[in-house]
């Protein structure tokens, strides 16, 4: 009997595009292809602690993971900014154990990387592999990394400080929102030598070598952008939002699988009981996300802002997010209390699809925001660094979701946003909020968008291996 295809998956190393891409590798696997997941030793250790990913993998008699080292030293933080070193040191280390995990085992069919770990196109490329690059990052700020070399061509790259408010012209489609300070947060550097702008330059080089680029976003949400993308790279993928994707296609299928967890740090499940006590829309959800770091200072405003607000919240402080000490303020402590709930590492998903959440503040990483625009939930944003910048811009101006903070954190700021959010400006958000949540499950049905676009990808898969 013939095999079916065999495709690798090789994701960035990190909490976002991991989450990202074992939907897609499960969402392959329940269509009938044989997957392989590449991991770093590091990521595969901290899965195996925190997540319950060996039992969900069991369920799929054709899933399996493998491991390489990432070849940073077990202490390197791998986290906040330090990304680009994560990068190098794949880049430089990788490629001749990927070569060799190419040609070992039972054959690979083709492979899915992400398109940052451009040596996999090179290795992909050279042994006759057929290569899918997927970016779980927001097409706008893909779109931005697309449009760098127009921006310093246009002498709208570097700039340093100064007004961060000049319309940008050189990014096609974003000309009517786009300002400085919506660029990527390295874009501010004023140096092109910046090593990320150095290293996001050539994200176009990809293109022509890949079979396809497949996105976690629906046609709905990014249609402008999609449309400026595809006059580039003509062969795209929209087939998020990709937690949802699957979950539909587990309910479709009524498979008894697990519930999910792919979580670096240990999921404190608690504040769903504590949420089940809450009133309905009631409760502010306050994460930053996996890599985002906040100082003394921030941590303040964010408290001071949160318990002024009166509303109730739930906040994931990361154990390693904030710098310097973070104990609970003494004229906080009542407020805190009364109505906020702490926690070191949420099940996010569960969380905002929970009812007593009516907002979100969040640092408007890519994920978090499709697992809030799908919930249609709210969001005021505080956008840290790479796509955050644009996303929240999005958010604001063109999808009207919630609140751009971006730049800003004063807590009576963020006292006046969390107000507008939860009450204020409540009926006027959930109009636009509802809108989007429902394009979002649509476009998961059958015939819906991100459906048919995963059904081609599929089918697209298997021809190229035929
Ligand atoms: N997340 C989670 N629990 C938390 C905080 C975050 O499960 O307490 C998940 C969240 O659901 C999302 C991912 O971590 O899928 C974060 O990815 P995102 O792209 O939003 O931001 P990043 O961490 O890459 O900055």
Partial sequence: MEQPPHVLIFPLPMQGPLNATLKLAELLCLSGLHITFLLTDHIHARLLRHSNILTRIQSYPSFRIRTIPDGLPENHPRGGDSYLELFESLRTKTPPLFKQLLQSGTPISCVIADGVLGFTFDVANEIGIPIFDVRT????????????????????????????????????????????????????????????????????????????????????????????????????????????????????????????????????????????????????????????????????????????????????????SAVGESRIPVELSQGTKERGYIVGWAPQEEVLAHPAVGGFLTHSGWNSMLESIHEGVPMICWPYFVDQQINSRLVEEEWKLGFDMKDICDRSVIEERIRNVMEKRKDELSKSVDHMANLAKRSLSEGGSSYSHLERLIQDIKTRVD
């Fill in 137 to 320: 990052l927001s097409p706008a700020c893909l779109w931005i990394f697309f449009s760098l070399p127009n921006l310093i061509h246009s002498r709208e790259l570097p700039f340093e400080g100064g007004d961060l408010d000049v319309m940008v012209k050189g990014v096609s489609g974003m000309e009517r929102y786009l300002r400085r300070r919506d660029l990527p947060s390295f874009c501010r550097s004023g140096d092109l030598d910046n090593p990320s702008i150095r290293f996001y330059q050539t994200e176009t080089i990809h293109n022509p070598r890949a079979c396809g680029l497949i996105l976690n976003t629906f046609e709905e949400l990014d249609a402008p952008i999609l449309s400026e993308m595809r006059s580039i790279c003509p062969n795209i993928y929209t087939i998020g939002p990709l937690h949802a994707h699957l979950k539909a296609k587990l309910a479709a299928a009524s498979s008894p699988l697990p519930a999910f967890s792919n979580s670096l740090w240990e999921e404190d499940r608690s504040c769903l009981t504590w949420l089940d006590s809450q009133p309905l829309k009631s409760v502010l959800y306050v994460s930053f996300g996996s890599l985002a770091i906040v100082n003394k200072d921030q941590l303040m405003e964010f408290w001071h802002g949160l318990v002024n607000s009166g509303q109730r919240f739930l906040w994931v402080m990361r154990p390693d």
